[in-house]
């Protein structure tokens, strides 16, 4: 059975509220609540990769304490815009 996008939306959205790390339950969780509705499929699919890294390097890469790798990139950039800020390119 395929997943809809509402389910996909509020199971991503849990996921980004229920992290490892709180900062980054403060960082993406209010980004899919904002954002996760108005996101088409290609972006839904970038977040959802993002989701699978490791909060330590998700939060480097926030920081811009490390550089995004370009995978990320597209993703994190809406990330970062929704919070004001501006992670390196790397």
């Known amino acids: ?3 809809t996008t509402e389910t996909r939306i509020k199971r991503l959205r849990i996921r980004s509220w229920r992290r490892g790390m709180k900062e980054m339950d403060l960082i993406l969780g ?3 609540d904002a954002c996760l509705a108005a996101l ?3 972006a839904l699919d970038a977040f959802e990769a993002l ?3 490791n909060d330590q390097d998700l939060l480097a890469w926030v920081t811009g304490a490390a ?3 370009e995978r990320h990139r597209a993703a994190l950039n809406r990330v970062s ?4 800020a501006r992670p390196t390119g790397g």
Do not use: S
């Open 1 to 3: 059975m395929t997943e």
């Open 40 to 42: 088409g499929p290609q």
């Open 67 to 69: 550089a995004v790798p």
């Open 51 to 53: 989701l699978a890294e």
């Open 81 to 84: 815009a929704h919070i004001g």
């Open 30 to 32: 209010p980004f899919a």
